[in-house]
């Protein structure tokens, strides 16, 4: 079965910056394409990037509505991935949710329980 | 990028009565990349169908999805309780994919 479990939300000043982790177990880590998406409190669903394997480049790809403030990376040797954010604005207050697709098609197969992060002063 | 619009936005329904919800694109979705999520309250979305209409292993039968362009559908042949939830369109043929706004299920 496969396993994502979310960390490192919390309450972060605007123009702050915090980093989320990911950790994730039930597959081969390094063969996965991993993306994470948010909900704003009481709200849709909005996709906010994805990294390919390595064997696929380990390229990433964002929305605009993050791009240049949002970075996914990855650690192979941790089976870990991660969001850094910066520059926070309020409106990316939202639960963060990783997730797994499980082919080179971009929906989700498994998803964590998701990171709380509060964007607030 | 593409604009999914779900229907009804909230469907108040009782146990063994059928749902019907609707999706529609802003432009022709190619290959029928759409897929469906279920929501239950506090929880993580959970995947039902990708593909317009191949369900995950281990989704019952009585959810189905369908159609085919720019109109999709999800139906529920017969609620059951834990079929009361919010239910979330999402295509993945063009980039950024996009999620529909949602349709929350409610036992009426």
């Known amino acids: 079965e496969v396993q994502l479990v979310e960390s490192g939300g919390g309450l972060v000043m605007p123009g702050g910056s915090l980093r989320l982790s990911c950790a994730v177990s039930g597959l081969t880590f390094s063969d996965a394409w991993l993306n994470w998406v948010r909900q704003a409190p009481g709200k849709g669903l909005e996709w906010v990037g994805r990294?390919?394997?390595?064997?696929?480049?380990?390229?990433?790809d964002y929305p605009a509505s993050v791009k240049g403030r949002f970075t996914i990376s990855r650690d192979d040797s941790k089976d870990t991935l991660y969001l850094q954010m910066n520059s926070l604005k309020i409106e990316d207050t939202a639960v963060y949710y990783c997730t797994w697709q499980g082919t080179q098609l971009n929906f989700f197969h498994s998803w964590g329980q998701g990171a709380l992060v509060t964007v607030s002063s | 990028e593409i604009v999914l619009t779900q229907s009804p936005g909230s469907l108040s329904l009782s146990p063994g009565e059928r749902a019907t919800l609707s999706c529609r694109a802003s432009q022709s979705i190619s290959r029928s990349y759409l897929a469906w999520y279920q929501q239950r309250p506090g929880q993580a979305p959970r995947l039902l169908i990708y593909g317009a209409s191949t369900r995950v292993t281990g989704v019952p039968d009585r959810i189905s999805g369908g159609g085919s362009g720019t109109d999709f559908s999800l139906t529920i042949s017969s609620l059951e309780p834990e079929d009361f939830a919010v239910y979330y369109c999402?295509?993945?043929?063009?980039?950024?994919?996009?999620f529909g706004q949602g349709t929350k299920v409610e036992i009426k």
């Open positions: 999402q295509q993945y043929d063009s980039s950024p994919c996009t």
């Open positions: 990294i390919k394997s390595k064997g696929s480049g380990g390229t990433t």
